[in-house]
């Protein structure tokens, strides 16, 4: 593009796909490319694929391969949870949803929709200044009618981390059921699904450097979700269609890579992470501010607030013109229009329109370095000067 160095700090967005895991896809458009519901050879390698991706998955989250379901993203099972969830639910005394407000729009509208459509009831619970959800609040939130509480562990914005543990303890302990959106805390924090007592969770393979397109709901065996998608009985009867095994095979790939990265992953993202506050603060003393919060929160998200008046910037303009610098960066959350509106999240946690238009999310990757870093400072000091 231009000659310019172009440098990806929006990997909170979506990653690059690792080169081994684009690999391993490959021989399953061409070479194997059956179905796995045929009984031929074809069929019966793909599903020997499919079934040992199936195990490592389950290993690597803390649960069993029969929790775990393969759709084609996180939104994707996000909304196969709670309207599933709701489905059965559905004109019974138990019509009330818990979430909160700093939820992605695929969980947010999933309950919207179940409000406008059938008639459920829903408590938005308020998130803090940090953006974090108290297991106070959900406590207090709940009803004789509560069959439903859906909380984000990690937000994507922000990279607030919300204790979903003792979240989930309470809905246990009330025989609700609790889905969490762990698409953002996937692979950024260390946790296994068998020491939460979650019913449901989301994973989406593109935001840790696997393939688009692909994405896995985990389901505990103690729970149940009417499905969505009817049909050839796929995937146990719950999400029919039939699978797409290369991109099983790439998702697999993706996981083997992360069970031997993670610890060093984590580390890389703290260093970066480390490295831009100090940088930060080095060049710039007064009028940048943090929007991510300083504890209990992912290392690889870094929301900053620029002080427009001071800078004398047009918020509208800043993220065009680190584009225009060869960076990108985000405004807030990648999965919508593209349409440079203030993020919603930021507007919830009480900032101004103009104080989420300058706001920026820096958000770090395993192919960033600290040179990237510098080149980010420099298009900064460019940009405010
Ligand atoms: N949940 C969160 C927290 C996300 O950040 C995203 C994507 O940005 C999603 C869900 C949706 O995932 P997908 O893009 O796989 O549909």
């Given amino acids: 593009m231009n000659g310019k160095k172009d440098i990806f700090l929006d990997n909170a967005s979506t990653t690059r796909v690792d080169e081994e895991v684009r690999d391993a896809m490959l021989p399953y458009f061409s070479e194997f490319y059956g179905n796995p519901s045929s009984v031929h050879q074809f069929g019966k390698k793909a599903m020997l694929l499919r079934e040992s991706a199936r195990e490592l998955i389950a290993d690597f989250l803390g649960c069993k391969p029969t929790e775990i379901f393969f ?3 996180g939104t994707e099972s996000n909304n196969t949870a709670i309207k599933g969830f709701a489905l059965n639910f559905l004109g019974t005394q138990k019509n009330h949803i818990i979430t909160s407000n700093i939820e992605h729009p695929s969980v947010i ?3 919207l929709f179940l409000k406008e459509k059938f008639g459920f009831e829903i408590t938005v619970l308020k998130a803090d200044n940090e953006g974090r959800v108290s297991p106070e609040q959900v406590q207090d939130a709940i009803t004789e009618k509560t069959f439903l509480i859906t909380v984000m562990h990690a937000n994507n914005e922000l990279g607030t981390i919300n204790d979903i543990k003792s979240i989930s303890e309470i809905a246990k302990s009330k025989g609700i059921y609790f889905h969490s959106d762990t698409v953002q805390s996937i692979g950024k924090i260390k946790f296994k699904l068998n020491e939460i007592p979650l019913n449901s969770a989301s994973l989406s393979a593109h935001k840790i450097y696997g393939p688009k397109g692909i994405g896995v709901l985990y389901l505990s065996e103690n729970s149940f979700v009417e499905k969505l998608l009817h049909g050839g009985g796929q995937e146990r009867g719950l999400r029919s269609g039939t699978e797409s095994i290369p991109l099983i095979a790439g998702l697999k790939k993706t996981i083997e890579i992360l069970i031997n990265k993670i610890d060093e992953d984590i580390e890389h993202y703290t260093k970066l992470n480390e490295y831009l506050k100090s940088q930060l603060t080095k060049y710039f003393r007064e ?3 943090y929007n991510s919060p300083k504890e209990n929160v992912l290392q690889n998200i870094v929301n900053i607030k620029i002080d427009y008046r001071k800078f004398n910037i047009d918020p509208e303009m800043l993220i065009v013109k680190f584009d225009l610098n060869g960076i990108a960066v985000s405004a807030g959350s990648a999965c919508h229009s593209g349409a440079l509106k203030p993020s919603e999240i930021l507007l919830e946690l009480g900032l101004s329109e103009k104080e989420a238009l300058s706001s ?3 958000s ?6 600290k040179d990237d ?4 400072i420099d ?3 460019r940009i405010l000067q």
Avoid: H, M, P, W
């Fill in 287 to 289: 009028g940048i501010s």
């Fill in 109 to 111: 509208q999933s309950v």
């Fill in 373 to 376: 870093i510098d080149f980010f």
């Fill in 364 to 369: 770090f990757g395993r192919y960033n370095t």
């Fill in 360 to 362: 920026i999310r820096i």
């Fill in 71 to 73: 759709t084609s993203c």
């Fill in 379 to 381: 298009v900064l000091k």
